[in-house]
Protein backbone atom coordinates (compact mmCIF):
# COMPACT_ATOMS: atom_id res chain seq x y z
CA UNK A 1 0.00 0.00 0.00
CA UNK A 2 1.39 3.82 -1.02
CA UNK A 3 2.24 6.06 1.66
CA UNK A 4 -0.71 8.40 2.80
CA UNK A 5 0.04 11.89 2.06
CA UNK A 6 -1.43 13.00 5.47
CA UNK A 7 -2.92 17.07 5.58
CA UNK A 8 -0.76 18.86 6.86
CA UNK A 9 -2.41 21.86 9.16
CA UNK A 10 -3.04 24.38 7.01
CA UNK A 11 -4.89 22.28 4.44
CA UNK A 12 -6.77 20.63 7.39
CA UNK A 13 -8.25 23.95 8.02
CA UNK A 14 -8.86 24.61 4.44
CA UNK A 15 -10.45 21.29 4.08
CA UNK A 16 -12.57 21.95 6.78
CA UNK A 17 -13.71 25.10 5.61
CA UNK A 18 -14.25 24.21 2.03
CA UNK A 19 -16.82 21.18 3.21
CA UNK A 20 -18.52 23.94 5.98
CA UNK A 21 -19.07 26.50 3.44
CA UNK A 22 -19.91 23.88 0.48
CA UNK A 23 -22.61 22.62 3.13
CA UNK A 24 -23.97 25.78 3.94
CA UNK A 25 -24.30 27.57 0.86
CA UNK A 26 -26.52 23.93 -0.52
CA UNK A 27 -28.50 24.28 2.89
CA UNK A 28 -29.24 27.88 2.40
CA UNK A 29 -30.16 27.72 -0.97
CA UNK A 30 -32.29 24.62 -0.48
CA UNK A 31 -33.90 26.97 2.33
CA UNK A 32 -34.57 29.51 0.27
CA UNK A 33 -35.69 27.68 -2.76
CA UNK A 34 -38.24 25.62 -0.33
CA UNK A 35 -39.32 28.83 0.97
CA UNK A 36 -40.36 30.87 -1.95
CA UNK A 37 -41.03 28.07 -4.66
CA UNK A 38 -41.58 25.37 -2.96
CA UNK A 39 -38.89 22.87 -4.78
CA UNK A 40 -36.01 21.52 -3.11
CA UNK A 41 -32.43 22.55 -4.55
CA UNK A 42 -31.82 19.41 -6.01
CA UNK A 43 -35.20 19.62 -7.98
CA UNK A 44 -34.22 23.12 -9.01
CA UNK A 45 -30.94 21.77 -10.79
CA UNK A 46 -32.23 19.15 -12.29
CA UNK A 47 -34.85 21.41 -14.34
CA UNK A 48 -32.04 24.07 -14.62
CA UNK A 49 -29.96 21.21 -16.42
CA UNK A 50 -32.99 19.87 -18.53
CA UNK A 51 -33.64 24.01 -19.88
CA UNK A 52 -30.60 24.10 -20.86
CA UNK A 53 -29.73 21.43 -23.06
CA UNK A 54 -31.35 20.86 -26.77
CA UNK A 55 -35.02 20.38 -27.11
CA UNK A 56 -35.24 21.03 -22.94
CA UNK A 57 -33.92 17.17 -22.90
CA UNK A 58 -31.16 14.98 -21.24
CA UNK A 59 -30.48 11.13 -21.65
CA UNK A 60 -30.61 10.29 -17.52
CA UNK A 61 -27.09 9.33 -17.31
CA UNK A 62 -26.14 12.78 -19.00
CA UNK A 63 -28.32 14.23 -15.95
CA UNK A 64 -27.26 11.82 -13.60
CA UNK A 65 -23.77 12.67 -14.73
CA UNK A 66 -24.40 16.53 -14.46
CA UNK A 67 -25.59 16.49 -11.29
CA UNK A 68 -23.47 14.32 -9.71
CA UNK A 69 -26.21 12.54 -8.53
CA UNK A 70 -26.66 8.59 -9.03
CA UNK A 71 -28.69 6.92 -11.10
CA UNK A 72 -31.48 5.61 -8.47
CA UNK A 73 -31.63 9.31 -6.54
CA UNK A 74 -32.01 10.89 -9.92
CA UNK A 75 -35.17 8.39 -10.88
CA UNK A 76 -36.38 9.17 -7.32
CA UNK A 77 -36.28 12.89 -8.25
CA UNK A 78 -37.69 12.77 -11.44
CA UNK A 79 -40.14 10.36 -10.73
CA UNK A 80 -41.70 13.14 -8.39
CA UNK A 81 -40.78 15.73 -10.74
CA UNK A 82 -43.32 13.94 -13.07
CA UNK A 83 -45.78 13.71 -10.23
CA UNK A 84 -46.07 18.02 -10.25
CA UNK A 85 -45.83 17.32 -14.15
CA UNK A 86 -42.78 19.59 -14.72
CA UNK A 87 -40.69 16.60 -16.59
CA UNK A 88 -41.97 13.85 -18.49
CA UNK A 89 -40.03 10.88 -19.32
CA UNK A 90 -39.37 9.27 -23.04
CA UNK A 91 -37.78 6.12 -23.92
CA UNK A 92 -34.53 5.69 -25.71
CA UNK A 93 -35.42 4.96 -29.67
CA UNK A 94 -32.53 2.84 -29.87
CA UNK A 95 -32.10 0.94 -26.43
CA UNK A 96 -35.51 0.36 -24.61
CA UNK A 97 -33.65 -0.08 -21.17
CA UNK A 98 -32.29 3.89 -21.22
CA UNK A 99 -34.93 7.06 -21.03
CA UNK A 100 -34.44 10.61 -21.60
CA UNK A 101 -35.88 13.60 -19.26
CA UNK A 102 -37.81 15.85 -20.70
CA UNK A 103 -39.13 19.37 -19.18
CA UNK A 104 -42.23 20.06 -19.78
CA UNK A 105 -43.57 23.81 -20.33
CA UNK A 106 -45.08 23.80 -16.75
CA UNK A 107 -41.24 22.64 -15.33
CA UNK A 108 -39.86 25.59 -17.35
CA UNK A 109 -42.60 28.19 -16.14
CA UNK A 110 -41.72 26.83 -12.36
CA UNK A 111 -38.29 27.19 -13.01
CA UNK A 112 -38.85 30.65 -14.58
CA UNK A 113 -40.35 31.71 -11.52
CA UNK A 114 -38.16 30.14 -9.01
CA UNK A 115 -34.94 31.75 -11.10
CA UNK A 116 -34.91 35.19 -9.75
CA UNK A 117 -34.89 34.74 -5.85
CA UNK A 118 -32.38 31.71 -6.81
CA UNK A 119 -30.10 34.36 -8.20
CA UNK A 120 -30.97 37.12 -6.00
CA UNK A 121 -29.73 34.08 -2.93
CA UNK A 122 -26.50 33.39 -4.76
CA UNK A 123 -25.52 37.00 -5.72
CA UNK A 124 -25.74 37.79 -1.70
CA UNK A 125 -24.48 34.53 -0.20
CA UNK A 126 -21.69 34.16 -2.47
CA UNK A 127 -20.72 36.61 -5.54
CA UNK A 128 -21.04 39.92 -2.76
CA UNK A 129 -19.07 38.16 -0.31
CA UNK A 130 -15.99 38.33 -2.98
CA UNK A 131 -13.69 41.10 -4.73
CA UNK A 132 -13.62 40.47 -8.32
CA UNK A 133 -10.32 38.93 -8.13
CA UNK A 134 -11.77 36.32 -5.95
CA UNK A 135 -14.27 35.45 -8.26
CA UNK A 136 -11.77 34.95 -11.03
CA UNK A 137 -10.16 32.73 -8.42
CA UNK A 138 -12.95 30.67 -7.39
CA UNK A 139 -13.93 30.08 -11.16
CA UNK A 140 -10.03 28.58 -11.83
CA UNK A 141 -10.39 26.41 -8.63
CA UNK A 142 -13.69 24.97 -9.22
CA UNK A 143 -12.72 24.22 -12.64
CA UNK A 144 -9.48 22.56 -11.85
CA UNK A 145 -10.98 20.34 -9.21
CA UNK A 146 -13.84 19.34 -11.83
CA UNK A 147 -11.46 18.19 -14.31
CA UNK A 148 -10.00 16.11 -11.65
CA UNK A 149 -13.76 14.72 -10.97
CA UNK A 150 -14.82 14.65 -14.48
CA UNK A 151 -11.91 12.18 -15.76
CA UNK A 152 -14.28 9.49 -16.93
CA UNK A 153 -16.84 9.34 -19.93
CA UNK A 154 -20.08 7.55 -19.91
CA UNK A 155 -20.23 4.73 -21.97
CA UNK A 156 -23.98 4.19 -22.68
CA UNK A 157 -25.29 6.19 -24.74
CA UNK A 158 -28.98 6.65 -23.39
CA UNK A 159 -28.85 5.40 -19.67
Given at each position: MDEVRWLSEREQEIWRAFITVTEGLTEHFDRQLQRDSAMPYTYYEILVALSEAPG???????????????????????????????????????????????????????????????????????????????????????????AGLNCQELSDPCD
Amino acid sequence: MDEVRWLSEREQEIWRAFITVTEGLTEHFDRQLQRDSAMPYTYYEILVALSEAPGRTLRMSELAGARGSSRSRLSHAVARLEDVGWVRRRTCPTDKRGSFAVLTDAGFAALEAAAPGHVTAVREKLFDALTPEQVTALGEISKAILAGLNCQELSDPCD
